[in-house]
């Protein structure tokens, strides 16, 4: 495509400063191109006081830039940790004495020459010691007061790289803008720009990453909401253009009696409920309808929308279609591959799985099955999609857990067959008005009800320093043959967390350190899984839990969605404040899954914030996962750093939730006037840059 920007699409590597380390630091953050760089904005600003009258007034915690002279520079070693402590006395033009102070770093090439009396200029956090003493510690040193900016940027970071080298990569992509070698045209119109009281998207991101002073933070606000704007515009103008598309298509309309569903829910000896019936009713019209269906089915955890997909997928079988069923791990792709191949093969169904594990002959069987017709349902992770795999006749995608997906690669896998059905599942129920954002182009069918003979989930709050008292519970459990679930927010242990210790819940809790204490105190009976083991290594614990050889299972979030062990009765879930509401309901979800009472333990720390203490507080009072998604978008204050991923909510890079909610109504608006005003093509640049190429691709189609 040949737009007259795409220099946006660089990569990182070609900004000078950066090599090939730094450039993979910068791939952690999600910055691979400029464009990224551009869009990864900082959380907050540090507004420095300038030669403030007295350093009196600015006190403890404020920052500074002033001048100072030079007293003496002193150096020394403090014994216990042999660290080189330098300490430059200066004073003010007030008098006051202000000490800077460098642990085992010193900057020689600034105080080389330095003498009694030079004048210098500092700036950093001040302190006040016990004894009333002014001090910086680590300051930023000046020779001289021009180019010193008075703000310092404070962006999300990974270990390796500091907020001042993102800032000045990001400022080196504001120089190729304002020196023209990469050229945005503005895409929107003067009069809402006028309206809003915006500035243009070039001068909105040049504000954002260098802001002068304290009038400049003021405007952040208003800058961020255009760039949010954008980017909501751009999501919206794909949906749009890919409904308009699809329901413009025709689909195969599958000729089917419904028999072959009914024999293997009459094998399965379950009843639907009403709101089951009801959804597969939806789907049967859809797939015998000569439009395309393009579905989304939703309800709360255990409310059985794998049952009533299982039965819409029969019907494409019957009906003489293929269907490709996506997941999004391969522990679910294959939990869902054990469960549905036994399910079926008394019926003569040939279910395959596709992994990026399955080994290359495999992939060549499976390959040859699928064009040949043998295979009957294909379930896999996004390798189903890869190039290669093709279907001979592919009439219905299942998605599962949609919103781990996104718009855009659900555009790209619709893209691929464009008249066999899709129905997306998604367990995160989605506040009514986000739907528009993340289901714009699809039909809804929910699930309210729940299967008979649920027992509403019991969840318990408890502080870290009694969580002792948790080991008591898992016992009980082990005695009547139940099992537990027990999650960790980390991976790796870090130093100084001794596991000998009484269960003490630490910033530095882990997996792996957690499954050694549990084993110290149940033995063999405890299995572990984080999403760093390999394939077979997660499928061997999972079964090993499922089956009966290990009663507790030590685990992250790789077992968050999907994942079903009637057996399981409790879960604990340490630091649950580190996690998004959604994200805990989606959690709590793996027990309860059976007729037996089930509790949910979320263990929190004293000090944790109010934010974090009203999401455990909504968690106790309500397993209604419609009710948690609506209080998860409450609660999401814009300080925290939760990841839309661990929330359920879609993945933006300007958009937060809770400043530009009231945004979401109007874009949808602006989005639908540009439709029907046949203006699309002015806005393939702002869809391309922020990463919906394939609705540009269906633009040009």
């Not at 020196?179 to 809003?196: G, H």
């Not at 993945?651 to 979401?664: A, G, I, M, P, S």
Request: aromatic share 6%.
């Amino acid at each position: 495509m040949n737009h007259s920007a795409p220099s946006l699409s660089c990569s990182v590597i070609s900004l000078p400063g950066v090599g090939n380390k730094t450039c993979d630091l910068l791939k952690k953050l999600g910055c691979l191109t400029f464009f990224d760089l551009l869009t990864h904005l900082p959380t907050r600003f540090i507004l420095k006081q300038f030669n403030p009258i007295t350093l009196s007034s600015v006190g403890e915690g404020g920052h500074v830039i002033i001048s100072v002279s030079v007293e003496q520079v002193s150096k020394r070693e403090k014994n216990k940790w042999r660290k080189q402590i330098t300490t430059v006395s200066c004073h003010t033009k007030h008098d006051e004495v202000l000490e800077l102070v460098f642990f085992n770093y010193f900057p020689e090439h600034l105080f080389k020459n330095l003498k009694k009396n030079d004048n210098i200029v500092v700036s950093g956090k001040l302190e006040v010691t016990a004894a009333g003493l002014f001090r910086l510690t680590h300051p930023k040193i000046y020779r001289t007061i021009s180019h010193i900016n008075k703000v310092d940027v404070v962006y999300p970071l990974v270990a390796g790289l500091s907020s001042l080298q993102l800032n000045k990569f990001a400022m080196l992509c504001i120089e190729h803008l304002k020196n023209k070698k990469i050229v945005i045209k503005e895409w929107l119109e003067s009069e809402l720009l006028c309206k809003k009281g915006w500035l243009s998207f070039i001068d909105s991101i040049k504000g954002i990453h260098n802001p002068q002073n304290a009038k400049d933070l003021e405007w952040q606000g208003r800058l961020r909401k255009r760039i949010a704007f954008d980017e909501l515009l751009a999501n919206q103008l794909a949906i749009r253009i890919s409904r308009k598309r699809h329901s413009d298509e025709s689909g195969e309309v599958l000729k089917f009696s419904g028999e072959l569903a009914e024999k293997v829910l009459k094998s399965t000896g379950m009843t639907l409920t009403a709101g089951q019936a009801l959804a597969l009713h939806e789907l049967q019209a859809d797939q015998k309808s000569s439009k395309r269906m393009v579905r989304l089915l939703q309800g709360d955890v255990g409310s059985g929308k794998t049952l009533v997909a299982l039965l819409a997928a029969l019907n494409a079988v019957e009906g003489g279609g293929q269907v490709a069923l996506m997941v999004p791990t391969d522990v679910l792709a294959n939990q869902h591959f054990d469960l549905i191949s036994k399910l079926l093969s008394a019926f003569g169904i040939n279910v395959c799985l596709l992994t990026g594990a399955t080994i290359k002959s495999k992939r060549k069987t499976i390959s040859s099955e699928l064009i040949s017709g043998d295979i009957n349902i294909l379930i896999g992770t996004h390798a189903l999609f890869q190039k290669g795999v093709e279907f001979k006749g592919l009439g219905l995608i299942v998605i599962d857990e949609q919103h781990r997906f996104g718009v855009q690669q659900r555009l790209a896998l619709m893209n691929k067959n464009k008249v066999c059905d899709v129905l997306a599942m998604s367990a995160t129920p989605i506040p009514r008005t986000l739907s528009l954002i993340m289901y714009g182009d699809m039909d809804v069918s929910t699930l309210k009800d729940k299967p008979s003979g649920r027992i509403p989930i019991r969840t318990i709050t408890t502080l870290d320093s009694k969580a002792e008292l948790v080991v008591e519970l898992i016992k009980q459990r082990i005695a009547r043959n139940e099992k537990t679930f027990w999650i960790c927010p980390l991976i790796e242990e870090k130093e100084g967390v001794d596991t000998d210790d009484p269960l003490v819940v630490t910033n530095c809790s882990a997996a792996v350190a957690r499954f050694d204490f549990l084993k110290k105190k149940f033995g063999d009976k405890v299995g572990l899984v984080h999403g760093r083991l390999k394939d077979k290594e997660k499928e061997r614990s999972m079964a090993e839990f499922a089956h009966g050889q290990v009663d507790v299972l030590v685990a992250t979030t790789v077992v968050e969605i999907g994942i079903d062990v009637p057996g399981a009765t409790l879960i604990i879930i340490e630091q649950a404040y580190r996690f998004g509401l959604s994200q805990l309901h989606q959690l709590r979800g793996r027990v309860g899954r059976a007729n037996k009472a089930s509790d949910c333990v979320l263990i929190f720390s004293e000090n944790i914030g109010s934010i974090a203490r009203a999401r455990l507080r909504a968690m106790k009072d309500s397993n209604d996962g419609f009710y948690i998604a609506e209080q998860d978008l409450k609660l999401r204050g814009g300080g925290e750093i939760l990841g839309h991923k661990q929330s359920g909510l879609p993945e933006f890079r300007t958009v937060d939730f809770e400043k530009h909610y009231h945004l979401f109504d109007e874009v949808a608006k602006y989005a639908t006037q540009i439709i029907e005003m046949g203006a699309i093509s002015d806005f393939s640049l702002l869809m391309e840059i922020f990463g919906y190429d394939v609705g540009v691709e269906l633009i040009e189609a």
